[in-house]
């Protein structure tokens, strides 16, 4: 390219030498002139080459150096980004460490809270199975007592049956037993005196339902008292002159126990759902409440 350029460069010289009248170079002297140009111009470009080729060299020498610091961890331009990210990688190590000790003791806290919550729900709950056991026995009793006091018989049968069972038969001697006196025409069963009390304990009951006017009038069954005044009336409960829907929150108390604030969630016909503030649910009975055994009170 660059002997192109010499040579468009120099054709119009010649030419102009050759087309003067004073012109003292022949072709020859031309042509001399020309190859010198070029040699030197060789020389140009093999100079240029030789410099862009050490160029070169050195600047791979350059580059390979440096890449050596780096691999070695010597050089500059990787040294300070290093200990900027050492630094960041201190700080977000305690940041983490920080986090990790208050999660962990959060955790710890809620282990600590459910365990809490599931004994009083516990404790609760046997609670008021004991007073769901105890009103059941009782009712039972208050039964078995309407039941003692319906029966138009003389005793001579039930007591008759008591002493059998409590006394011990003797097998020398013989089974002496008092005969029953009646009265009129009779019919003579093959049934224990036990079976003939229940049967008629189930007729008298019959009569009563049936028949009110036909039956003897029986003595009044003595009812327990209520201490206060507890009823439910379409969803909602009234208790001492206070009325409560659910969703309200109420305070409740119990002889020996520190009171307890809870929600009123569902009120059924004979007892009451609440929750309570670490999330259990109980239930009380109206009974319960009659009886004075628990109060509530608007909180």
Request: net charge negative.
């Amino acid at each position: 390219m660059l002997q192109d350029h010499l040579n468009s460069s120099q054709l119009p010289t010649i030419s102009n030498v050759r087309a003067g009248p004073d012109a003292e170079m022949d072709d020859e002297d031309c042509e001399r002139r020309r190859m010198e140009c070029l040699d030197e111009m060789s020389n140009l470009e093999k100079q240029f080459t030789d410099l862009k080729d050490q160029l070169y060299k050195e600047r791979l020498s350059q580059v390979d150096a440096k890449l050596q610091e780096v691999i070695s961890g010597k050089a500059p331009e990787y040294l300070e980004p290093l200990a900027t990210l050492q630094e960041n990688m201190q700080i977000r190590t305690k940041v983490a460490g920080i986090y990790r000790e208050l999660c962990l003791e959060s955790v710890k806290n809620k282990y600590e809270c459910e365990i809490q919550a599931s004994r009083q729900h516990c404790e609760s709950e046997k609670l008021l199975l004991y007073d769901t056991v105890q009103s059941e026995l009782e009712e039972k009793i208050r039964r078995l007592e309407e039941d003692r006091h319906s029966i138009d018989i003389t005793s001579e049968l039930w007591n008759d049956e008591l002493q059998s069972r409590k006394k011990r038969k003797d097998p020398f001697s013989p089974d002496k037993k008092k005969p029953v006196v009646v009265s009129g025409p009779y019919i003579v069963y093959m049934l224990q005196d036990l079976d003939i009390l229940e049967d008629w304990t189930t007729i008298r009951k019959a009569m009563a339902t049936l028949g009110p006017h036909r039956v003897k009038a029986e003595p009044p069954v003595k009812l327990e008292k209520h201490l206060h005044s507890a009823k439910s009336e379409e969803g909602r409960l009234y208790y001492d002159g206070e009325w409560y829907i659910r969703g309200q929150t109420i305070c409740i108390d119990k002889k020996d126990e520190c009171p307890t604030s809870a929600i009123i969630t569902t009120i059924n016909h004979d007892e009451v759902w609440f929750k309570r503030s670490d999330g259990s649910k109980s239930k009380l009975y109206i009974s319960q409440l009659q009886k004075g055994k628990y109060s509530i009170k608007h909180s």
